[in-house]
Structures are given as structure tokens and as C-alpha cells.
């Protein structure tokens, strides 16, 4: 697949089967998160424990059941809503910690780019996957953290869940009418 091809093939995967994702094509996919262009420095940590996975579900929803916000609770209140949506696999995008408003912005694009470059090396090589920024607030616990060797002056800024998908529609064919050109 050439890497046009796979841009217009990447979908965000919600349904997992239970098919492990092979050592070769995890690495694969974090070379590739570590090739992004980027301004400082990311760290990645790739799961594939199962029960660290779980423990990082149960916490996020956890989290979102006492956030405050309506639209979490009533998302996490769902029996059926798993953060992590059972990937067999997850690749955790860690960056340093900081209060610097410009150090914050630099992270987060930071973690845009390394995790579109996964998308992508992910759809090439034939798996699922999904950007599950919102798995990364199971790491507000420090004991989880700590589990998985990330260090109390790092942040986990996003999850890339992976896996073969249990969903066979097609991509979402996108508009381009939010492109103007200005000549």
C-alpha cells in the first residue's frame, strides 16, 4: 500500500478481535511514531499486557464517572463503553511534564503528529486502530504509572489502541469542502 492509500484507508477502529498484533509490526508502528516530525523529545511505551490494558480501562472510566461532566458520566454509565475498546494492544505517546503554556502546546502536537504517523503505519500493515486520547486520563493515577515505568515527571498525553478490526465498512470518504485556496 503506498502511503496516500493508506491515509485514505485509515479509519478509527472501535472493535477489536482477540488475534494478538505481532511483535514486528508493534515495532513497525513505533518507528514510525518515532519518525514524526517533531520539536523536543517522545517517549513510547507499548502494551500488550492484558491485564495492564484492563486496569488502564477501568481507571479511565473511573475517571470519567467522577469528572463532573455530564457527557463523560453518561458515556462511561454505558455497560457496553470500554476506553480502550479491548485492543489487544496499546502503544502509550509520553511526554515531559510541564505547566509551560508553550512547552504544553509543543507536547500536544508533539503526540498529533507521532500518533497520525502510527494511524497510518498501522493501516499499512493491516491493522485497526484508534486514537484514545481519553485512555490517557487513567494515568492521573500514579500507581498505574508507575506499573508500566513511566517515571512521575512524564505525562501520558495519548493512546494508540491497535489490533486486527472486527469492523469491515469501508473509510469514510471525507468532504472537501472546508478547503479554499487562496492563489
Known sequence: MNTFDAILARKTIRSYTNQPVEKEKLEQITVAGNQAAIAGSLEFVVITNQEVLHTIQKSAKEFFLHSGVEKLIKLASLPSYEVLHNAPAGIAVVTNT??????????????????????????????????????????????????????????????????????????????????????
Open 98 to 183: 510541564s505547566n509551560d503554556p508553550h512547552i504544553m502546546r509543543m507536547n500536544s502536537a508533539n503526540t498529533g503528529c507521532a500518533v497520525q504517523n502510527m494511524l497510518i503505519a498501522a493501516t499499512d500493515l493491516g491493522l485497526g486502530s484508534c486514537y484514545a486520547d481519553s485512555g490517557a486520563v487513567a494515568f492521573s493515577n500514579p500507581e498505574l504509572k508507575q506499573a508500566i515505568g513511566i517515571p512521575e515527571d512524564k505525562t501520558v498525553s495519548a493512546i494508540v489502541t491497535l489490533g486486527y478490526s472486527a469492523d469491515d465498512t469501508p473509510a469514510v470518504k471525507r468532504s472537501t469542502n472546508n478547503i479554499t485556496w487562496c492563489q
